[in-house]
């Protein structure tokens, strides 16, 4: 008996930290893959599922290209299905964020509908995810209140198109979003709120290879996760593993597979809410981290 009484004592005294290993350990791990020619073969589409079981993949943004067979995406999807991971329909351009933008995101809509008509269940999208970067823009830094209102009216738009196909509608954001500010039909704010709150999710391009520190990812991030928990909204962290000019603080492009799970590790600590989870930009230079 008093053997039994110290087991239970020592198992209720493991119960937190097990609590807590799960917990770090079950945040999502989001993706992009930008070449949807890298899956028209079935070893293809395998090596890639493979991978994205490994590495506990929850959510795909897999790339829209209308030149790519329907069949392709059919049967990838379907295989992702079966190993519960959800693909996000993935498009868009800088250009998207200027006046008559919203034709091509028209397009890739239409494409969008015809596709999940004619697809079974299991081959479905389960999201639509854009990629519009309007900062890219000339116009940017020389009509920048004209393209922040076509962006903004391209996302209001766009999120009424997934909506009426019954998909969520997310989109990649700068962590800097927050200091830029509007004042047009759309109210007075900044733009990382205003992105929160109109659309399902975002994923924050968080792109610094350390968590800690004054210009690391927690500290970079941290109004964007306050302000999707006041909007009630889900938020991606996205950390980059592509080879970048940009300075050698932004990518885990050189870094070990260790390093870069630890300091996630570290983000995932910082951040435990059930909103706010990982994202991994992108798949073809995330499978050559050794």
Same mark, same amino acid.
């Given at each position: 008996?008093?053997? !039994?009484?110290?087991? %239970?004592? &020592?198992?209720?005294?493991?119960?937190?930290?097990?609590?807590?290993?799960?917990?770090?350990?079950?945040? +999502?791990?989001?993706?992009?893959?930008?070449?949807?020619?890298? !899956?028209? +073969?079935?070893?293809?589409?395998?090596?890639?599922?493979?991978?994205?079981?490994?590495?506990?993949?929850?959510?795909?943004?897999?790339?829209?290209?209308?030149? &790519?067979?329907?069949?392709?995406?059919?049967?990838?999807?379907?295989?992702? +299905?079966?190993? @519960? %991971?959800?693909?996000?329909? !993935?498009?868009?351009? =800088?250009?998207?964020?200027?006046?008559?933008?919203?034709?091509? =995101?028209?397009?890739?809509?239409?494409?969008?509908?015809?596709?999940?008509?004619? @697809?079974?269940?299991?081959?479905?999208?389960?999201?639509?995810?854009?990629?519009?970067?309007?900062?890219?823009?000339?116009?940017?830094? +020389?009509?920048?209140?004209?393209?922040?209102?076509?962006?903004?009216?391209?996302?209001?738009?766009?999120?009424?198109?997934?909506?009426?196909?019954?998909?969520?509608?997310?989109?990649?954001?700068?962590?800097?979003?927050?200091?830029?500010?509007?004042?047009?039909?759309?109210?007075?704010?900044?733009?990382?709120?205003?992105?929160?709150?109109?659309?399902?999710?975002?994923?924050?391009?968080?792109?610094?290879?350390?968590?800690?520190?004054?210009?690391?990812?927690?500290?970079?991030?941290?109004?964007?996760?306050?302000?999707?928990?006041?909007?009630?909204?889900?938020?991606?962290?996205?950390?980059?593993?592509?080879?970048?000019?940009?300075? @050698?603080? %932004? @990518?885990?492009?050189?870094?070990?597979?260790?390093?870069?799970?630890?300091?996630?590790?570290?983000?995932?600590?910082?951040?435990?809410?059930?909103? &706010?989870?990982?994202?991994?930009?992108?798949?073809?230079?995330?499978?050559? %981290?050794?």
């Amino acid at each position: 008996m008093k053997k !039994l009484a110290i087991l %239970i004592l &020592v198992v209720g005294l493991m119960l937190p930290s097990i609590h807590t290993n799960a917990a770090a350990n079950s945040k +999502t791990n989001a993706t992009w893959i930008w070449n949807p020619w890298s !899956l028209t +073969t079935a070893a293809g589409q395998n090596k890639v599922i493979n991978f994205l079981v490994k590495n506990n993949v929850t959510d795909v943004y897999l790339q829209i290209d209308q030149e &790519v067979e329907r069949k392709t995406y059919q049967q990838f999807i379907a295989k992702a +299905t079966a190993k @519960s %991971i959800s693909v996000h329909a !993935l498009d868009g351009a =800088a250009k998207w964020a200027l006046a008559g933008g919203q034709a091509y =995101a028209d397009s890739m809509f239409a494409w969008l509908k015809n596709y999940q008509k004619s @697809s079974a269940a299991n081959q479905r999208f389960n999201g639509v995810h854009f990629d519009v970067e309007p900062y890219i823009l000339t116009e940017w830094n +020389t009509d920048r209140d004209a393209v922040v209102l076509a962006y903004q009216k391209l996302i209001k738009r766009s999120s009424q198109l997934s909506s009426k196909l019954s998909l969520d509608l997310s989109i990649d954001m700068p962590f800097w979003f927050d200091e830029i500010t509007f004042a047009n039909t759309y109210g007075k704010s900044n733009l990382a709120k205003w992105a929160i709150k109109n659309t399902d999710a975002v994923t924050i391009m968080a792109y610094r290879n350390t968590a800690t520190g004054a210009n690391g990812i927690n500290s970079l991030v941290k109004t964007e996760v306050q302000y999707a928990k006041d909007a009630g909204k889900a938020i991606n962290i996205g950390v980059e593993t592509g080879e970048s000019a940009e300075g @050698s603080n %932004i @990518s885990f492009y050189e870094k070990s597979k260790t390093y870069m799970k630890n300091e996630l590790a570290k983000v995932a600590k910082a951040y435990p809410q059930e909103n &706010v989870n990982l994202a991994v930009h992108y798949v073809d230079t995330w499978m050559q %981290i050794k």
